[in-house]
């Protein structure tokens, strides 16, 4: 082979260039010195075991936190495999060996935790976790908690074999699951009570503060942490958007989503050990049940005594059941004995929330010994540490007292069955009545206050109106009775205000309800509701069968019916004339009747009969309009259900209307029934007269309110969504709107009341956010307030806000919409995925909003992306004060993993002493993430008390942490480097003062998309009109097992043309090709790639083609195989060439288009070069350099491209100083589709010590690249 001077030269400079920079390469090879031992041996640590009584033979914890983890391994080596599936599985109660292997068959030991939900106290009843999230106050959330937290350890038993127990007449439930970091973008959310705001920074605040109160780990007995007196679940992980088909939905949110916001509020109580577990949440994420989501790993990371989990309630059951159906396997795993295998691998346990069966424990042993998915003994052991940690800390394998109780366990004293009784704590406690009393307050939002309309003079007339004013919804999940038995607790708003005036009589009530009668075009005559027979408990008649038999000449309060408008297109109807509601019958010809009691606490003026006092007002039967054509209406009977599955069946909020809801009808002797047929879907119309009513307004809304303007000064009118009927576990609601009848009675009421000169408050009673921009840009509405249920002193909270008693201090939490054009249309792929006979013609037509979209960015919902209208934006409040901001004092600059401190100055100009709360936020221009960075977000926020014409500075801790993003390169958190804005402010729209930060961070990593496929889902971090699926369980199976949660689980899949998905920091230089791995049903169906924008230069468009045949595939360690999409891949040449670093769009040109991952190639890409092999002159493989040996390197090199290619073998050896000593080379030309061995070398010198060899390949694309292998004298 021959080679030119010129060439040789320009190789020998390049091994020289090498030889100065050879440590970047790895050529300069150094002794690695080991960490040095410990010099001697440490005692070994020795435990206890229990003597006699129900665990026997158990080893004993000695109650040094510092012996955790040796404790652990002490039980784990007593109790073996059959234990460590025990805690694997969560199985709850105390558990008796019984596996013929186990060596201690026979014995006992416990079992997994024991759990509650007091989602909004133990006893005590305290606000909505949105109240508390509303109060914006810190140390009120711990407060909360710590009250919890005392309730909880009096319920509970600790010593030996009795604490810890599920089951049985003594149950004792360590757990209690609250503090709920559920973000739920979509205010529709039927559960959207249960988060404390659209936050995830608060949320995490929030959480881990009344995690610690409830925990106990902040007091001094707890040894820094280490001991709880009560243990905290989260609920409801990972991803949770709503109660649509919760059981199957298949949610949708891309990386970023996921980390940055819908599983971020959790893990700062996990890190601190406040919080112990989660409760994993119904549904799919992405295609992959949340059950067994792989971010169950990403939170254990980061939680200090590993996660604990237990399934939503019987949620395993879903993994073998139809519930997780894909396009072609009618289940996710075959059975039980597989989804407990699986979920090992995910560290996530069964429970089972029901009955005493224990069989999982025996059914995951035979699971492991049959290998099933490669399960191990250690495997099942990580997936239970983090439960046997937290019975550790909870004292259940403490040494014991001669009476059982636990040594070492500094809440013992307080528990149940160790306590006084008289040191035992609940709701009649008198510090815990002034926490929730002061939650109460803290809860309630001031929205308007026009010329201080509030406070109302406690000594002027007025008239409270409106169907919420003497009513009281309470919450799911707030206590099961709000304590009666305690003065002001569990009243109504019209009882709190009538005891707090100062003359009742001052006052009038008027539902203000709209008054209608109804004729029925089957005869012409309206509806009559009869009295019925009269006795001591009907003295007003029972009611009895409706029927139209009335001239209009004759009408009187015997046809007469009051609308109750409940919103979401229902309402109930009042009959005058006996006052009890008509029925909404669930039967087919069933008589429609007015004898329904449901009490709403509706009283007369003489106020005697408003008294429910911890009651919970019942929904009264609720009807629902059709309305025709022809301008009658059409009423349907048993059109709303609550289904705990939360869609699906055929008594479900989705499809109840058409599956269930049936017309009223009038028979032939003009009496009102219910239909024989159910609606069965859209094609159910009222197509008879008999079907038929026109309604004739007696009153309007508010009418008999308004003729109450001359004598009364101000009028309270009580509007809002009735948390019974809009929404709660198991249905959404279907608008942000409130009933239609709620917005007339604002309207009239506050004109009339304007027009004298008077004033119109308006109360909001509701739990989640409703449209109010007509009500708040009324200019006859002077004020709003706006309450959510706020626990058992929910009324005298509110009655104390409206008459000056308190000053209102809370803030919104989440952003109240202007109108619905924020929220996305509902689609095919609203629809679980493999659900194959779900239609939208079988969706209720009131729902026209997708509630699967858990990606705050897509979707463009929070106050952080939204473009959409506001009228109250996150963090709003008002006050009975005002506050003016100066003297904002923030450092220049910062680093990225150092905390910093920023102060500003707060005035009180006003005359009350209340609470401001000072919100700071930070927006980063200059994010590689463009307009798809947050616009801003919360990172700090303190709540001071002021007094009238005081000035605090307020000092807020800010850790550049919080604002961290997503690397969706490097697969972690990043604080970018840049010239943040800092902006602190009474709102996220209020911004009072701002300064620049200089933060001194990373940035956003380059990708090498050409060594290896990358797959989209992962380092995508935009996208537009897509979805996302499983690639394939086979995947994900050995990604859990690799305890990936980067793990290329999830593709990309367009929803339209035009779908698109972004790539950032894509290294194109010398890019020439690209491979696409896709699916496709259509095979014409095209995908473009598009640099730095969707619309940006055309790099390619490739075409699908022919879809693979659906992949039947063996599931390793199984005797089952699953069927799926398959993948094909796609190469196509770039039309141009693109240098340096871009964003790559990768756009849809139809829909269902899937793509797992992409790939660049190069014409330097397609030469190959293998690793240098070393021998001698006899052909024996060197391994050291030996002296004087003939040293001979060869390399394989493959050229793939289409062109012959120049190429150069480089043998250098180096000396001890990194000076070039010899250099041996060849050169050759490698023919296109060709491997050629490369040889050379030289004699080696007769002393080589410390002495290497590297080598070099040069080829004329690509230039100069060392090898990794060195050879060094040992």
């Known amino acids: 082979m021959f080679m030119s001077k010129n060439f040789t030269k320009k190789v020998l400079s390049l091994v020289i260039a090498f030889s100065i920079v050879a440590g970047l390469f790895?050529?300069?090879?150094?002794?690695?010195?080991?960490?040095?031992?410990?010099?001697?041996?440490?005692?070994?640590?020795?435990?206890?075991?229990?003597?006699?009584?129900?665990?026997?033979?158990?080893?004993?914890?000695?109650?040094?936190?510092?012996?955790?983890?040796?404790?652990?391994?002490?039980?784990?080596?007593?109790?073996?495999?059959?234990?460590?599936?025990?805690?694997?599985?969560?199985?709850?109660?105390?558990?008796?060996?019984?596996?013929?292997?186990?060596?201690?068959?026979?014995?006992?030991?416990?079992?997994?935790?024991?759990?509650?939900?007091?989602?909004?106290?133990?006893?005590?009843?305290?606000?909505?976790?949105?109240?508390?999230?509303?109060?914006?106050?810190?140390?009120?959330?711990?407060?909360?908690?710590?009250?919890?937290?005392?309730?909880?350890?009096?319920?509970?038993?600790?010593?030996?074999?009795?604490?810890?127990?599920?089951?049985?007449?003594?149950?004792?439930?360590?757990?209690?699951?609250?503090?709920?970091?559920?973000?739920?973008?979509?205010?529709?959310?039927?559960?959207?009570?249960?988060?404390?705001?659209?936050?995830?920074?608060?949320?995490?605040?929030?959480?881990?503060?009344?995690?610690?109160?409830?925990?106990?780990?902040?007091?001094?007995?707890s040894q820094g942490g280490f001991w709880q007196r009560a243990v905290v679940g989260t609920k409801h992980y990972s991803v949770y958007n709503a109660q649509w088909y919760r059981q199957s939905a298949n949610n949708a949110a891309s990386a970023r989503a996921i980390y940055e916001y819908q599983t971020r509020s959790a893990l700062r109580g996990l890190a601190s050990g406040a919080v112990s577990g989660v409760m994993t949440s119904f549904g799919r994420t992405n295609g992959i049940p949340n059950i067994i989501s792989p971010y169950m790993i990403h939170a254990n990371k980061y939680a200090k005594y590993g996660l604990y989990s237990s399934p939503d309630f019987n949620a395993e059951n879903h993994l073998y059941g139809t519930s997780f159906a894909s396009e072609y396997d009618e289940s996710y795993v075959p059975d039980r004995k597989h989804a407990l295998a699986l979920m090992v691998l995910a560290h996530s346990e069964s429970v089972r929330a029901m009955g005493t069966d224990k069989t999982d424990v025996i059914a995951l042993v035979e699971a492991v010994e049959e290998g099933l998915y490669g399960i191990t003994y250690e495997d099942v052991k990580e997936a239970g540490r983090p439960l046997v940690n937290t019975l550790v800390r909870i004292g259940v394998f403490n040494e014991v007292d001669e009476n059982g109780i636990p040594k070492y366990y500094p809440f013992a004293r307080y528990a149940k069955d160790v306590a006084n009784p008289e040191d035992l704590t609940n709701y009649r406690t008198e510090e815990h009545q002034r926490v929730a009393m002061q939650a109460a307050r803290e809860s309630i939002v001031l929205l308007k206050n026009e010329n201080n309309a509030l406070p109302l003079s406690k000594d002027e007339a007025g008239v409270i109106t409106g169907i919420y004013a003497n009513a009281r919804f309470k919450t799911q999940y707030s206590v099961s009775r709000t304590p009666s038995d305690i003065p002001e607790s569990g009243m109504t708003p019209l009882n709190a205000i009538v005891n707090t005036v100062n003359n009742k009589d001052n006052l009038t009530y008027l539902s203000g309800t709209k008054e209608i009668a109804l004729k029925s075009l089957a005869n012409g005559k309206y509806v009559t509701a009869p009295a019925g027979e009269i006795t001591d408990q009907a003295p007003l008649g029972k009611g009895g069968q409706l029927i139209a038999d009335c001239d209009e000449n004759d009408l009187s309060e015997n046809q007469y019916f009051n609308v109750y408008d409940w919103g979401q297109e229902g309402y109930s109807l009042y009959t005058k004339i006996n006052n009890r509601w008509v029925t909404s019958p669930n039967a087919g010809a069933r008589a429609v009747e007015n004898t329904n009691e449901t009490l709403l606490a509706v009283p007369d003026n003489t106020w005697d009969n408003i008294d429910i006092y911890g009651a919970s007002s019942s929904l009264p039967p609720v009807l629902r309009n059709v309305k025709n054509s022809d301008g009658t209406i059409s009423i349907v009977a048993n059109a709303y259900t609550t289904g705990f599955g939360g869609g699906g069946g055929g008594s479900t909020f989705d499809t109840a209307f058409y599956k269930i809801g049936r017309f009223i009808s009038v028979d032939e002797s003009g009496k009102l029934v219910t239909d024989s047929r159910t609606l069965s879907d859209t094609s159910g119309v009222a197509d008879s007269n008999n079907l038929k009513f026109e309604v004739k307004v007696i009153k309007n809304e508010g009418e008999d309110v308004v003729k109450l303007a001359d004598s009364k000064d101000y009028a309270i009118v009580f509007v809002g969504a009735n948390v019974k009927h809009s929404a709660s576990e198991g249905k959404d609601r279907s608008t942000l709107y409130m009933g239609e009848s709620d917005y007339k009675l604002v309207k009239n009421v506050a004109e009339a009341f304007k027009n004298k000169g008077k004033k119109t408050i308006v109360v909001v009673e509701t739990n989640f956010p409703v449209i109010m921009e007509e009500i708040q840009n009324d200019p006859n509405v002077d004020a709003i307030v706006y309450q959510p249920y706020g626990g058992q002193y929910d009324a005298k909270a509110l009655a104390e806000v409206l008459y000056g008693d308190y000053a209102p201090t809370g803030r919104l939490t989440a952003t109240w919409y202007a109108d619905e054009s924020a929220l996305d249309p509902i689609d095919e792929y609203s629809i679980p995925l493999g659900n194959r006979t779900l239609t939208l013609d079988q969706i209720d037509p009131r729902y026209t909003k997708d509630m699967t979209n858990a990606d705050p960015i897509e979707t463009k919902l929070t106050y952080m992306y939204t473009e959409a209208p506001v009228t109250y934006p996150f963090g709003y409040g008002l006050s009975y004060s005002s506050f003016e901001y100066s003297n904002l004092v923030a450092p220049a600059s910062a680093d990225a993993d150092s905390p910093f401190t920023v102060s500003v100055d707060v005035r009180n100009k006003g005359s009350v002493e209340t609470a401001e709360v000072v919100q700071l936020y930070v927006s980063n221009p200059d994010s590689a993430y463009g307009e798809y960075a947050p616009k801003k977000k919360l990172v700090s926020f303190e709540k001071v008390i002021i007094a009238p014409g005081e000035t605090k500075t307020v000092t807020l801790t800010v850790d550049p942490q919080d604002f961290a993003v997503w690397d969706v390169n490097l697969g972690d958190f990043t604080v970018e480097s840049g010239n943040y804005n800092l902006m602190i402010g009474a709102s996220s729209e209020d911004i009072r003062l701002n300064a620049s930060l200089r933060v001194n961070g990373s940035s956003i990593g380059t990708l090498d998309a050409s060594s290896a496929p990358i797959n989209v889902f992962d380092h995508s971090y935009a996208s537009n009109d897509v979805v996302y699926r499983e690639v394939s369980k086979l995947r994900t199976i050995e990604s859990l097992r690799a305890d990936k949660v980067v793990g290329e689980y999830y593709a990309v899949m367009s929803k339209r043309n035009g779908s698109w998905v972004a790539l950032k920091n894509i290294e194109l230089t010398g890019a020439d090709r690209a491979t696409l791995s896709v699916h496709a049903p259509n095979p014409t169906a095209g995908i473009e790639i598009r640099v730095d924008s969707p619309d940006g230069t055309l790099l390619a468009t490739a075409t699908v083609g022919e879809a693979p045949p659906l992949a039947i595939r063996d599931v390793p360690g199984c005797d089952y195989q699953v069927t799926e999409v398959d993948y094909k891949d796609v190469t196509v040449d770039l039309n141009t060439t693109v240098e340096g670093i871009h964003d790559i769009y990768i756009v849809f040109k139809d829909a269902n288009i899937r793509i797992d991952s992409i790939q660049l190639h190069s014409e330097a890409d397609q030469f190959t070069v293998g690793e240098p092999v070393f021998k001698d002159a006899a052909g024996n493989t060197l391994t050291k350099l030996v002296p004087s040996a003939d040293l001979r390197a060869s390399v394989s090199i493959t050229n793939n491209g289409e062109a012959a290619r120049d190429a150069c073998l480089i043998v250098a050896l180096y000396s001890a100083d990194n000076s070039v000593k010899n250099i041996s080379y060849i050169e050759g030309k490698v023919a296109a589709g060709q491997t050629y061995n490369f040889n050379a070398g030289f004699k080696l010198p007769a002393d080589v010590t410390g002495h290497y060899v590297k080598v070099f390949v040069w080829d004329s694309i690509s230039g100069m690249r060392p090898l990794s292998n060195a050879v060094t004298f040992e």
């Open 26 to 221: 790895g050529v300069t090879v150094n002794p690695v010195q080991a960490e040095s031992e410990p010099q001697g041996e440490s005692e070994p640590i020795t435990f206890k075991r229990q003597v006699g009584g129900i665990f026997d033979g158990m080893p004993l914890f000695d109650g040094n936190p510092d012996h955790l983890d040796a404790f652990v391994e002490t039980y784990y080596d007593y109790i073996g495999l059959e234990g460590a599936c025990l805690y694997a599985t969560g199985i709850r109660d105390n558990y008796t060996f019984v596996w013929d292997k186990n060596p201690n068959k026979g014995k006992t030991i416990p079992g997994g935790l024991a759990a509650a939900d007091n989602v909004q106290g133990v006893s005590t009843d305290f606000p909505a976790i949105v109240g508390i999230g509303q109060s914006w106050n810190k140390e009120l959330a711990a407060e909360i908690g710590e009250v919890m937290g005392s309730e909880k350890i009096s319920e509970l038993n600790v010593k030996q074999g009795f604490a810890n127990i599920h089951n049985g007449s003594n149950p004792s439930k360590p757990i209690a699951f609250t503090v709920l970091h559920d973000l739920r973008i979509n205010p529709l959310s039927g559960r959207f009570d249960e988060g404390y705001s659209e936050d995830p920074y608060m949320s995490s605040i929030m959480i881990d503060e009344m995690a610690k109160g409830l925990s106990g780990i902040t007091m001094e007995e």
